[in-house]
Each structure stands twice: as structure tokens, then as C-alpha cells.
């Protein structure tokens, strides 16, 4: 978060002028605050400044216990908690060395993508009303809210669900909780096809987008872009097919990718997205396995409560689990998943204890966000709000 | 799956392209090397540190592209305390590997790497804001999380978790 010291730049261009953006802009998605050198209405230079959400997650992470930093892992990302909860259970079990049932893993992989859908709803209303569009917003929520009624049915919350445990997820889904998700997903590619009716095709939107906030596949690979910024400028990359994890290997989807490197192009990827998520899901649901939903590891995953009043391991295991937490043997992992926005990554040091040594998070927003530099120099301030939606930025997950 | 023990021994993790690949252009720069979890870790000499990364760049088999992440470790009151982690990807063949560069405190201090990935900006600033850790070269080393006058680099060990009241 810098100081209001801009002065190298006054220096150099005596012709610029040097306004401030956000951090209450409303086309910020949150609290970016851009510092924008302008000649006219013409950018020169874009500088980010970020922070003002930054909470120290990292830090307190180190002073929880193991299972303790999964509810942090959700406030990370408000948009997809399911998949930050992913990732820091995925790099955790793999520091254990500790295998899931299948029953978990298509859980896993189909409430992942249920919360591509939210986040990708979210992005694609807020995204169009940014550019004037505001029927779309109305209908995406309207989608979005019946997701977030399906993870209230697991998790009991709408939006900081923590339904992943480690070793497995917390509880199995209610009865009626497959003939939901079979109600949204069968109806969704319909309402895919009416947000792609207004938008798609329409003169205004398609102006606002095509050609706009270009980026070349280099400059993306060099910024360290992921997920579909970098893929809407011709780079395939997917990790969940480039290295798959909770079971991905076993679903078919294909990897939509553009080559255009335009506003236009990230939409087109981000809805193609949507459809292969809704297929996703589908598969999961046929071919969920039955079985348990928690790994067979007492010392690490809690014990049920009807066996906790029943057999006397099980109580101590629950009372040493929650009082003083269990150790994970010495090491270190980095485990990346395929977020709505890219590359989320999860770098875990174990010292042996029952604490993490260090936890960090390498979160998309946070590299994406060095784009913006590229996309904007040289055009006009109007197209810096398409740029910014067109990321995908949500800062929590940027400032952390 | 139970866990496998780690393999360190440098000879034998030769039959890895990327230790091969480093040690071919300087041996004595690379310290030590870990197999472990499926996972490659390179623990490199700072001074050789960009050598390496560009090395691994540009390899017609290996071609790690892709700087993923920046980050560090404080071991304090170990010495070396710092270990910078750089994690590397590559876009074409989907491999990953870990190099690392242990800095003592006094002198933490290390080649920046936006030369080769201009991307690794925003990951040094963080690292710097946070940890303390001084990158050569950087063409805009700032604060970038805490606020300019902040004192302190709150992820090193020694701050407290409350920070200081």
C-alpha cells in the first residue's frame, strides 16, 4: 500500500497528469486503488496499489493447528472458498502422505466446480454491468443464488462454506442434495444460452470488448498470468488436466482456449468455461462412487460422534485431535489447482510439528493483476474498467 | 500411499534432466538437491541463482517458462535463516521444479529475477515488504501489502503474531 508519493513520475512527464482510481471505485471489485498517468484521456502508465485488504492470513496460519487453518483458507477468496479449502487439504494430505476415498474426491471435484459456476456468475454480471450492460447481472445472480442454496444444504453456510476437511470433506450431503444438483446443472446450459443472447452478439458489448486490453501470449507468460487471461491469449494451459489432482483424470472436458488476447476473448473463454464446468458436474454425478467420505486415519480425521459415545480410541483420538492437534512428518509442498482465476497455490512447510512452519498462498489475483500495465498503456481511461473486469481480480484473494 | 523416503543423494538424482541441466553449467553452484513427494527441490548458490533460472528457460527439452511463485522461509535463530523459494513451471511440458537460495541476515540479499520473468515484481515486493529480503536489480523495490511506514517485516519469525503494541 503506497503513500500518495508519485513523484518520480511527475519528473519524467511534465505533459501527464496523474489521477487516482478507486479504492472505492465501483468498478474495482473491492478496494484496487490505480494510479493513473494520463496524457488526456490517453494512459501512459497504470500503477496498482494494493494492500488494503491484507490481513496477515499467512501469519496467523502459522500459529493454528493443521485442521485450524481451514476456515482461513475460505476469507482468502470469497468467490471460490470451496477451491482455496481444496488446495490447502490437497497440499496438507499430500505432507501426510494420506489417501482419499473416491467418494470424497468426486465430492470434491463437483463442488469445485459448482464454485467455478458461482465465482464465474459473479465475474460475468459484475463484469457486464461495469460496461453498461445490467439485465445480465439480474440474471446471473439469480443462477448464482441457487448454487449458494446448494452449498448451505452441505455446509450450512452460503458463502465461508470449510466443507473440505483434511482427509476428506466434513459430512455426507443431504438425501435430497443429488436431485438438487441434477435439477440446477440440467437447466443450467439454457440459462448459459441467455446470458450468451444478450451478450455475445451485441453491438455495444462487442465494442466495448473487441480489440480491447490487448495481451500477447509472451507478455502473459512473462506476467505470470494464469487460468483464462492466460488461455484467452493462446496459451494452453489447464492444471487440471496438466496435472491432475482429487481425481480430475478421471473426467472428460476439453480446455476452452482463444488466441485473440482481447476483453472479447476472456469472455469467450470464461463462458465456454462455464459449459465444460456444467458437464463436469454432470459426469460427477452419474458416476459417484458409494463409500466413506473421510480417509481411514483416526489420528488425523475426527472420529464420528456415534463411534466418540461408543469406543473409548475414538474419544481419546477426538479429545488429542482437538486439544493438541497431530503432527505432520517434515517437509514441503507445493500443490497448485486450477482456480476460477488461475493458478492457486498452496506452499506448505512442515517442521514436524503440530503447526504449520509457513503457509503461503500464490494467488492469481495477485500475479494477474500485473497485467493490467500491459493491456492499458496507450488506450482510454473508459477501457481500463473493461481491463480490471476482464481479470477477474477479487482482492481478498490479492491482498490476503 | 506411504510416504517415500526423500532421496538426496546429488549422483543419483542426476537422472533428473534439471539437476543434470544445472549441474552441466556450474557444479559448484548447486548446493544440494531433494526428491521428495514427487517433488524436485534445487538448493542453488545465490550468486548463481539467475544463471540457473535462465539455464532452465532456455533449454530446447526442459523449457520452464513460467516463474509460478516467489516466496520464503525464516528458520531464525537458524543461520543461513532465509530460504527464497522460487518455484518454476513450464507451459510446454507441465513439469514443475523448486529452486532454492539460502541468505544469512545480516546479508539478505539476492539477484532479482525480473530480468527474465518481468512478472516477478510483485512476488519480490511481497517477499521484500514481508520478509525483509533485499532483491538486486529490482526496478521498483516497495512496501506493496504493508503501508509505506510500517516497521517491521511481520512474517519473519522473530515478529510476534499480534504484532507489536
Redesign the interface.
Known sequence: ???M?PSPVLDAADQTLIMNMGPQHPSTHGVLRLLLEIDGETIVRIMPD??YL?T?I???C??KFYQQVVPMTDRIDYLCPMTNNLTYCLAVE??????IPPRAQWLRVMMNELTRINSHLVWLGTHALDIGAMTVFLYCFREREQVLRLFEAVSGQRMMTSYFRIGGVSIEPPLDFFGRVKTFIDAFPEHIDEYENLLTQNPIFVMRTKGVAFLSKQDA?????TGPTLRASG???DLRR??PYSGYENFKFNVPIASEGDVYARYLVRVAELRESQKIVKQALEGIPEGPVKADAPKVVLPDREKMKTQMEALIYHFKIVTEGFTV?E????Q?VESPRG?M?Y?V?SDGGAKP??V?M?SPS??N??TLQKMCEGRLIADVVAAIGSIDIVLGDC?? | ???EP?VTDLEQLKSHPEVACLVALNAAAVESAKF??N?L?VYVERTALRGACAALKNDASLQY?????V?C??WFPREPRFKV?Y?L?S?VT?K?V?LKVRLTGDDAAVDSLTPL???????ER?VFD?FGVRFNEHPNL????????WEGH??RKD?P?EGYR
Open positions: 500500500m503506497a503513500e508519493t494494493i494492500g491484507h496477515g499467512e501469519k496467523t502459522e500459529a499430500k505432507l501426510l502422505g494420506l489417501e507468460l512473462a506476467l505470470a498470468a496459451v494452453d494451459v496438466d496435472g512428518p517437509g514441503e509442498v507445493y497448485a493458478e497455490g506452499y512447510v512452519y509457513r503461503h500464490r495477485f500475479a493483476i500485473q491482498d490476503r | 500411499m506411504a510416504l526423500a521428495d513427494r517433488e527441490t517458462d513460467f516463474l509460478s511463485d516466496t522461509v525464516d523459494v518455484h513451471f507451459t507441465k514443475r523448486r520473468w518481468p512478472g516477478a515484481n510483485f512476488f511481497e514481508l516497495k512496501r506493496i501489502l504493508m503501508p509505506d511506514n511481520p512474517l515478529y503474531v
